[in-house]
């Protein structure tokens, strides 16, 4: 035991490509340095989509899964990030639930009395926005949650999405007008 983990702790500054190489070559604990670079690099974006810790830990769990399995078919080990981004994007969108929508449109506070018809309609509004969400592609819907729900740069977006950041403003662009037709149609 004490040998594996000096293994893996001798590891953990290589380079991606290197770690791959090495698991690849059949020292698959040394996986372990890979989990735990991307398991905090990313383990906020998993929260933000699936809107659970938990329900975000089991999709992490399973995404390095899946990576693990399916390493030999990362073409580009450098980019290792992105690769299995791609992959904890898919498991998060398996995992999501409509909480994480519903808790961010929940916490708008409203500072004047409300009617009881004025509050059944903020509900159908909250409503319209999280099915309008749910509508989404999932590309739409991750440069959303980057963008809107997490704050990031369009440059951290295209990094992580391995996209042109002018794609990505065009996916946030074209998710606010389907939320915006979505709330037309209600009111």
């Not at 938990?54 to 580009?76: G, P």
């Not at 080990?77 to 994007?89: K, N, Q, S």
């Not at 949650?145 to 740069?153: F, K, Q, S, T």
């Amino acid at each position: 035991m004490a040998r594996r983990m000096a293994t893996s702790a001798a590891w953990v500054g290589l380079p991606d490509a290197e770690v791959v190489a090495r698991v690849l070559d059949g020292d698959g604990e040394t996986f372990a340095v890979l989990v735990e670079r991307y398991r905090r690099a990313f383990g906020q974006y998993a929260s933000g989509v699936c809107g659970d810790p938990d329900v975000a830990a089991d999709a992490m769990q399973e995404a390095f899964i899946r990576a693990f399995e399916a390493l030999d078919t990362c073409r580009d080990p450098e980019r290792f990030g992105a690769w299995f981004f791609r992959i904890l994007t898919n498991q998060c969108h398996n995992h999501r639930t409509r909480r994480r929508v519903h808790q961010a449109l929940e916490t708008v506070t409203l500072t004047e009395p409300r009617s009881a018809d004025d509050r059944l309609r903020d509900r159908e509004i909250r409503e319209a926005i999280a099915a309008a969400l749910d509508e989404l592609s999932p590309e739409q819907r991750d440069a959303f949650v980057l963008r809107e729900i997490e704050g990031r740069a369009y440059a951290e977006m295209a990094e992580l999405l391995d996209e042109r950041e002018d794609t990505l403003r065009m996916r946030v662009h074209r998710a606010r007008d389907a939320v915006r037709r979505r709330l037309e149609a209600i009111v």
